[in-house]
């Protein structure tokens, strides 16, 4: 399995993010099968699998939260919260 670069992972957080946003899914979903479809585009687009998957998926609405926020700028202070973006 490839390592991939920070900037890559962080770019596909971003690539899922604007896929999320664009279905206009709620940033605290928890429905598994509204879900699904986030870890099936993982899985298609990237060969990501299972926890690699769940991971991405999360951080990818991690990300959106953060951005939503007022007082937090989510690359700069990403790490902070233990997201892959920073």
Aim: net charge negative.
């Amino acid at each position: 399995m490839k390592i991939m670069s920070e900037e890559e992972y962080n770019s596909r957080i971003v690539k899922i993010a604007e896929q999320i946003t664009k279905d206009d899914t709620s940033l605290d979903e928890q429905n598994p099968e509204k879900l699904q479809r986030y870890y099936d585009y993982v899985k298609n687009n990237y060969k990501l699998e299972g926890e690699p998957a769940t991971q991405i998926v999360n951080e990818a609405f991690l990300y959106l939260k953060l951005k939503n926020s007022k007082d937090v700028d989510p690359i700069k202070e990403g790490d902070q919260f233990g997201a892959g973006f920073s």
